[in-house]
């Protein structure tokens, strides 16, 4: 009888659903928590990391290389190039790539020793060109240390290390001809070409150069400053990435700096180029041109002057100097002094400025064991250097303040005859000093002694420091306090340069009106600072009608194609002063040149204004000499205002601004108003002395020779005993003063030999022409033409004492009058 299986009990079975429930939940549990952490994961990839990975993928599979946009060029007011950008080319090793083909050339003359052995052949085996080879090379092209590279070779992880930036276009072609195997490290020829056209190897004709791996080169460009020095402080600079550091190069980066382009190109895993698979190419876009109100030979006048007067004066704190047109605010120069090269931005171009380097770092070296470690020490070596360089960086014109003395005196003037305080026929009694309520001592008149009764132009020639205390006394306090407001001083002048001081240092208005004691000092232009740029401006509202401009440097924005893309419209900010009130102003600063404290800064020919500063730095022994003048008085067309900073005292020369500042004027002007087209109008006693072109009386009779000359207003002499001029010192056509002395050669010959010029520094005029004429020059007067001081002595001259120079030649000589006080 057969038996049938035995169940499992109801507890086995009820134990393994149990079990294949609990198996099956656990395979749910974790295929859930699998595929959450999957899900997270993808969605990290594919969504956080998105942009990153496809980054990181392109990069992987293309290869991008920027092009660089050219920068705009920067020019003058009539077209002449001030910075412009050239081509240039970044050099750049790649020590894997080198380390690779070093071990090429090694793997192959082992494997073609071992096959000429094979063979039973000799071998010689050829030099490698190592790292070494390719450091001798680079170090003789590029004038890099070899150590130095060498040392960047030893990376061989790394495929880019800078050797040479923004190299010049022959240094990259010979750095060229060395990777492509036509130069050895010593720059010896190696290559020729054959008849074919085919560059082959000198000492074997039936070979191609071998060129090196890993020196690659990199398209850029260069920033080039043609006239060096020449407005630095107003152009500025930029720096190694090509971007504006300083100057309108900064203020106008986004215009100059154009916008760079790219190629993109597929590369295979060897990072070489798949061409024609894939290329896309997005062109640059070049930077804009500015053209700017700075003209060229007025700027080369302005720094000739100012170079000139910094020699002969040795200011201890530099020079300003700023040339504008009154009747629209354009910059027609501007310069700050201590300067730089544009061409070489990081060296001290100042010898004063090197000369206090210098002594700077001894100090630090002396003290250097004193510092807590090396890089204390070499910290504050750079810090020193640094705060050099940014002396001669800085624009003093618009960046710095100062108490600017007597040259604010036009500004007080200006208030109190729109105000109907004063008029031309008030009068002033000066005893040599006044009483301010307040103040506890005498303020002076530079006149110790006193002016006496003076009308408004006398008291405005003379600088009397009482006189305009009377004046400031008269105003007010409130009302002086809003004439500074209306004449810009409590706010920048909007110049468009960068880094502009936002106002000057002045007392709070409350302040102000609590006593009349800083409206006393501020009349005569004391106990407050601001720039020369504010300064200038506000004279110019003084005497161009009562307009106030906002001062401006950059005239028209051009783009690739040379299109106006934007032009700068000169309108007023607002009218200060009246057409009447402007017109005395002049009037009373023409007198300061032609009688007062200003003379020595008249021009032959010209109607100068002018106003002398001197001013005391407050709370120092030190002094600010100053003067500012413009032309043609009765109708300004350019204004100018020279600045110099604790003179030396002891060069001989009283410390005056009209000592020392009105005479250099005198000459800037007599080079910038011929130019600009003003003609000049001599009165009867300066005609005399100017500039006449001598006629030619060669062949001519004596007779008929002297009569030429006489007529032409020169006088002559005769050296010789013959009847017909057989030459003449100076030639016929040569531009000479009228009143000069013309030699004329009767059958004698005319010597060859060198006349030297005589120092006449000192002498009064006559002196110093019998001086000059003796030694067979001519001399041509500049500066104080008339004075009544008697007081009048050369004080400089256009060619050095001593220097030889050919018969006939014309010395400019300067006149000043020592006997002015401000």
Same mark, same amino acid.
């Given at each position: 009888?057969?038996?049938?299986?035995?169940?499992?009990?109801?507890?086995?079975?009820?134990?393994?659903?149990?079990?294949?429930?609990?198996?099956?939940?656990?395979?749910?549990?974790?295929?859930?928590?699998?595929?959450?952490? !999957?899900?997270?994961? !993808?969605?990290?990839?594919?969504?956080?990391?998105?942009?990153?990975?496809?980054?990181?993928?392109?990069?992987?599979?293309?290869?991008?290389?920027?092009? *660089?946009?050219?920068?705009?060029?920067?020019?003058?007011?009539?077209?002449?190039?001030?910075?412009?950008? +050239?081509?240039?080319?970044?050099?750049?090793?790649?020590?894997?790539?080198?380390?690779?083909?070093?071990?090429?050339?090694?793997?192959?003359?082992?494997?073609?020793?071992?096959?000429? %052995?094979?063979?039973?052949?000799?071998?010689? @085996?050829?030099?490698?060109?190592?790292?070494?080879?390719?450091?001798?090379?680079?170090?003789?092209?590029?004038?890099?240390?070899?150590?130095?590279?060498?040392?960047?070779?030893?990376?061989?992880?790394?495929?880019?290390?800078?050797?040479?930036?923004?190299?010049?276009?022959?240094?990259?072609?010979?750095?060229?001809?060395?990777?492509?195997?036509?130069?050895?490290?010593?720059?010896?020829?190696?290559?020729?070409?054959?008849?074919?056209?085919?560059?082959?190897?000198?000492?074997?004709?039936?070979?191609?150069?071998?060129?090196?791996?890993? &020196?690659?080169?990199?398209?850029?460009?260069?920033?080039?400053?043609?006239?060096?020095?020449?407005?630095?402080?107003?152009?500025?600079?930029?720096?190694?990435?090509?971007?504006?550091?300083?100057?309108?190069?900064?203020?106008?980066?986004?215009?100059?700096?154009?916008?760079?382009?790219?190629?993109?190109?597929?590369?295979?895993?060897?990072?070489?180029?798949?061409?024609?698979?894939? /290329?896309?190419?997005?062109?640059?876009?070049?930077?804009?041109? !500015?053209?700017?109100?700075?003209?060229?030979?007025?700027?080369?006048?302005?720094?000739?002057?100012?170079? *000139?007067?910094?020699?002969?004066?040795?200011?201890?704190?530099?020079?300003?100097?700023?040339?504008?047109?009154?009747?629209?605010?354009?910059?027609?120069?501007?310069?700050?002094?201590?300067?730089?090269?544009?061409?070489?931005?990081?060296?001290?171009?100042?010898?004063?400025?090197?000369?206090?380097?210098?002594?700077?770092?001894?100090?630090? /070296? #002396?003290?250097?064991?004193?510092?807590?470690?090396?890089?204390?020490?070499?910290?504050?070596? *750079?810090?020193?250097?640094?705060?050099?360089?940014?002396?001669?960086?800085?624009?003093?014109?618009?960046?710095?303040?100062?108490?600017?003395?007597?040259?604010?005196?036009?500004?007080?003037?200006?208030?109190?005859?729109?105000?109907?305080?004063?008029?031309?026929?008030?009068?002033?009694?000066?005893?040599?000093?006044?009483?301010?309520?307040?103040?506890?001592?005498?303020?002076?008149? #530079?006149?110790?002694?006193?002016?006496?009764?003076?009308?408004?132009?006398?008291?405005?020639?003379?600088?009397?420091?009482?006189?305009?205390?009377?004046?400031?006394?008269?105003?007010?306090?409130?009302?002086?306090?809003?004439?500074?407001?209306?004449?810009?001083?409590?706010?920048?002048?909007?110049?468009?340069? $960068?880094?502009?001081? =936002?106002?000057?240092?002045?007392?709070? /208005?409350?302040?102000?009106?609590?006593?009349?004691?800083?409206? @006393?000092?501020?009349?005569?232009?004391?106990?407050?600072?601001?720039?020369?740029?504010?300064?200038?401006?506000?004279?110019?509202?003084?005497?161009?009608?009562?307009?106030?401009?906002?001062?401006?440097?950059?005239?028209?924005?051009?783009?690739?194609?040379?299109?106006?893309?934007?032009?700068?419209?000169?309108? $007023?900010?607002?009218?200060?002063?009246?057409?009447?009130?402007?017109?005395?102003?002049?009037?009373?600063?023409?007198?300061?040149?032609?009688?007062?404290?200003?003379?020595?800064?008249?021009?032959?020919?010209?109607? &100068?204004?002018?106003?002398?500063?001197?001013?005391?730095?407050?709370?120092?022994?030190?002094?600010?000499?100053?003067?500012?003048?413009?032309?043609?008085?009765?109708?300004?067309?350019?204004?100018?205002?020279?600045?110099?900073?604790?003179?030396?005292?002891?060069?001989?020369? %009283?410390?005056?601004?009209?000592?020392?500042?009105?005479?250099?004027?005198?000459?800037?002007?007599?080079?910038?108003?011929?130019?600009?087209?003003?003609? $000049?109008?001599?009165?009867?006693?300066?005609?005399?002395?100017?500039?006449?072109?001598?006629?030619?009386?060669?062949?001519?009779?004596?007779?008929?020779?002297?009569?030429?000359?006489?007529?032409?207003?020169?006088?002559?002499?005769?050296?010789?005993?013959?009847?017909?001029?057989?030459?003449?010192?100076? @030639?016929?056509?040569?531009?000479?003063?009228?009143? +000069?002395?013309?030699?004329?050669?009767?059958?004698? =010959?005319?010597?060859?030999?060198?006349?030297?010029?005589?120092?006449?520094?000192?002498?009064?005029?006559?002196? +110093?022409?019998?001086?000059?004429?003796?030694?067979?020059?001519?001399?041509?007067?500049?500066? @104080?033409?008339?004075?009544?001081?008697?007081?009048?002595?050369?004080? *400089?001259?256009?060619?050095?004492?001593?220097?030889?120079?050919?018969?006939?030649?014309?010395?400019?000589?300067?006149?000043?009058?020592?006997?002015?006080?401000?």
């Amino acid at each position: 009888m057969a038996h049938s299986p035995r169940r499992k009990s109801d507890a086995a079975r009820r134990a393994n659903q149990v079990i294949r429930g609990r198996t099956m939940l656990i395979m749910v549990l974790l295929g859930v928590a699998a595929f959450v952490v !999957l899900f997270f994961k !993808l969605y990290d990839i594919q969504i956080n990391q998105h942009e990153t990975l496809r980054a990181t993928a392109i990069n992987q599979q293309t290869d991008s290389t920027v092009i *660089s946009a050219s920068r705009g060029t920067i020019y003058d007011t009539n077209g002449n190039v001030l910075a412009v950008s +050239a081509t240039a080319e970044t050099i750049f090793l790649s020590p894997l790539d080198i380390d690779a083909f070093v071990t090429a050339q090694e793997d192959a003359i082992k494997e073609a020793a071992e096959k000429a %052995a094979e063979d039973g052949v000799s071998y010689t @085996a050829p030099a490698v060109l190592d790292q070494s080879y390719i450091a001798r090379g680079l170090s003789r092209i590029l004038g890099v240390d070899e150590s130095t590279l060498l040392e960047k070779m030893e990376d061989v992880k790394s495929q880019y290390k800078v050797v040479a930036e923004k190299a010049e276009q022959d240094v990259a072609d010979e750095v060229r001809r060395f990777i492509n195997g036509e130069i050895d490290d010593e720059g010896n020829q190696l290559t020729t070409v054959n008849d074919d056209g085919k560059t082959v190897l000198i000492s074997n004709p039936t070979q191609s150069p071998t060129k090196l791996r890993g &020196i690659y080169l990199r398209s850029d460009t260069k920033r080039y400053y043609p006239y060096g020095t020449l407005a630095s402080n107003v152009i500025g600079f930029i720096n190694a990435d090509n971007v504006g550091a300083y100057g309108l190069e900064a203020k106008y980066d986004s215009v100059l700096q154009g916008t760079t382009g790219l190629t993109v190109t597929a590369k295979d895993n060897y990072n070489q180029p798949l061409l024609f698979q894939y /290329e896309q190419y997005y062109d640059a876009e070049d930077g804009g041109d !500015l053209v700017l109100t700075l003209d060229r030979n007025i700027q080369y006048y302005l720094e000739k002057g100012l170079e *000139s007067m910094i020699a002969k004066f040795d200011p201890a704190n530099g020079a300003t100097g700023i040339v504008m047109d009154p009747r629209d605010g354009a910059v027609l120069a501007m310069a700050s002094y201590p300067n730089y090269d544009l061409n070489s931005y990081s060296t001290i171009y100042d010898q004063t400025l090197q000369e206090n380097l210098d002594a700077t770092l001894a100090e630090l /070296e #002396s003290k250097r064991d004193t510092y807590a470690d090396e890089d204390a020490y070499k910290a504050a070596v *750079s810090d020193a250097k640094v705060s050099a360089q940014y002396k001669q960086w800085r624009n003093k014109c618009y960046q710095d303040t100062y108490e600017p003395g007597s040259t604010f005196k036009p500004v007080t003037l200006a208030t109190a005859l729109e105000e109907g305080l004063v008029s031309l026929s008030s009068t002033f009694t000066c005893t040599g000093s006044t009483r301010v309520e307040g103040w506890y001592k005498p303020i002076y008149c #530079s006149n110790h002694s006193g002016h006496g009764v003076q009308t408004l132009k006398e008291a405005t020639g003379n600088s009397c420091n009482p006189a305009f205390i009377s004046m400031g006394l008269k105003i007010g306090t409130k009302t002086y306090y809003e004439y500074l407001k209306s004449f810009g001083f409590m706010e920048s002048t909007g110049v468009d340069l $960068p880094a502009e001081i =936002e106002t000057g240092l002045f007392a709070s /208005e409350k302040t102000f009106n609590t006593g009349v004691v800083s409206l @006393a000092s501020y009349s005569f232009g004391q106990t407050f600072n601001i720039s020369p740029l504010q300064l200038i401006r506000a004279q110019s509202a003084c005497i161009n009608g009562g307009y106030l401009y906002t001062p401006y440097v950059v005239k028209q924005i051009l783009d690739q194609d040379g299109n106006v893309i934007q032009q700068h419209q000169a309108t $007023p900010t607002r009218q200060v002063i009246s057409e009447e009130t402007s017109a005395t102003v002049r009037e009373c600063l023409e007198y300061v040149v032609a009688s007062g404290g200003g003379r020595n800064g008249q021009v032959a020919g010209y109607r &100068i204004g002018g106003k002398t500063g001197t001013a005391d730095k407050t709370g120092t022994n030190d002094v600010v000499v100053s003067f500012m003048c413009f032309a043609p008085a009765n109708d300004p067309q350019v204004i100018m205002l020279l600045t110099m900073d604790t003179p030396s005292r002891t060069t001989g020369t %009283a410390v005056f601004g009209g000592t020392m500042v009105a005479p250099i004027a005198s000459s800037i002007m007599s080079d910038i108003l011929p130019y600009l087209g003003v003609e $000049p109008e001599y009165s009867a006693d300066e005609l005399v002395g100017a500039d006449a072109s001598v006629p030619n009386v060669v062949g001519k009779a004596a007779s008929a020779a002297k009569e030429t000359l006489e007529k032409a207003g020169f006088s002559c002499r005769t050296v010789g005993d013959g009847d017909t001029v057989t030459d003449q010192t100076p @030639a016929g056509g040569a531009i000479v003063p009228n009143n +000069a002395t013309i030699i004329l050669y009767l059958g004698q =010959e005319k010597p060859d030999d060198p006349c030297t010029v005589p120092n006449v520094i000192g002498k009064s005029a006559s002196e +110093a022409n019998k001086a000059i004429a003796n030694a067979g020059l001519i001399m041509k007067v500049a500066g @104080a033409t008339s004075t009544s001081s008697g007081n009048v002595h050369a004080i *400089s001259q256009d060619i050095a004492a001593g220097t030889e120079v050919d018969a006939g030649t014309v010395v400019t000589v300067q006149f000043g009058d020592n006997s002015v006080l401000d």
